[in-house]
């Protein structure tokens, strides 16, 4: 134990170095190192492999394993590249020069919804660089609150908030932070949620990508208990690195909604129907890598009981 702080301060400035080399070198050469590493990460280590092919054979059931195996190799390389471009935007993107790599869809709509008084959730996915989503917002002016895990590393945790905070994004601590969403949504402010992560046997479980997803009911109840608007969202690379479409997948509004996503239920299946809708316009930006489906739900759970206990019993 006590060794921790030091293994955590080593690693944090093996990556503080790591970054600063990223900062000297062009974008265009951090990606093609980005492209090198994938090789490794793909072919030779296989880093989670099984993982990511068995997420993408469920998704994608037409595709073969060479298809799946490119996949793979493509979102090894935005992985890495996503780190280089969060390395390189405070120093390239800003006020004077944001035309040159910031495009929108559907500007008009975005703009109003983001001046409207009231509060809304936005709602995103591990998709696109979604930390260069939320340095954007706030250069704009539309500071966001989001809502994540505080990391084991300390040193790394400040370092990495520094950089969410460096134009108006808070974060706000997973565990114990509904006071704070409550004043964030009673002030009108705009929360931010990853609407993609695992909630555990108890979430909200709806189909995604073609398996069962347990969904945290936290997110729809945060509109339907404030009449925020939530808006499915996403920030993603178009073509060459540092070159970014900020855009809106769709957006469930109280004021206007089919009275039937008010319950959270529809409303988590609506919000992820858009999340897949995006993802599969450029489904190598996706994190296929984490585990997103873990378990089944109850019911089939307890379905797949029965006969074992039923043949126990004869």
């Known amino acids: 134990m006590r060794l921790k702080p030091l293994t955590d301060w080593l690693v944090y400035v ?16 951090c990606h093609g190192l980005a492209r090198m590493l994938s090789v490794v990460a793909c072919d030779i280590v296989r880093l989670r492999y099984r993982v990511v092919d068995d997420n993408l054979r469920h998704a994608f059931p037409t595709w073969d394993r060479r298809t799946r195996h490119t996949a793979i190799r ?110 964030v949504l009673a002030s009108g402010g705009l929360l931010s949620v990853l ?41 993603r690379r178009r073509g060459r690195p540092m070159h970014f479409e900020i855009g809106i997948a769709g957006i469930a509004d109280p004021r206007t909604w089919d009275t039937r996503l008010a319950a959270v239920k529809p409303l988590t299946r609506w919000y992820n129907e858009r999340l897949e809708e995006m993802i599969l316009e450029a489904p190598e930006q996706y994190w296929w890598v984490h585990r997103r489906w873990k378990g089944e739900p109850p019911a089939r759970r307890g379905r797949g009981a029965q006969p074992s206990d039923e043949a126990k019993a004869a």
Request: glycine share 8%.
């Open 74 to 183: 493509r979102m090894w390389e935005h992985l890495f590249l996503m780190v280089a471009e969060v390395a390189h935007a405070p120093r390239t993107i800003h006020e004077t020069s944001w035309r040159q790599y910031v495009t929108f869809h559907d500007k008009k709509l975005m703009v109003r919804y983001l001046l409207d008084p009231r509060p809304a959730v936005l709602v995103t996915g591990h998709y696109g660089n979604f930390e260069v989503a939320g340095y954007v917002l706030g250069m704009f002016g539309f500071p966001t609150f989001t809502i994540a895990r505080k990391l084991d590393n300390p040193f790394l945790d400040r370092f990495i908030t520094r950089f969410r905070a460096s134009t108006g994004q808070f974060i706000l601590p997973k565990q114990g932070c509904a006071p704070q969403v409550e004043a």
């Open 14 to 29: 093996l990556i503080r170095v790591f970054v600063c080399v990223l900062q000297m070198l062009p974008i265009r050469t």
């Open 195 to 235: 609407g993609d992560q695992h909630a555990g046997p108890k979430g909200c479980w709806v189909e995604f990508l073609g398996r069962p997803a347990s969904c945290h009911k936290a997110v729809a109840l945060f509109t339907l208990t404030s009449g925020a608007p939530q808006i499915v969202s996403y920030l």
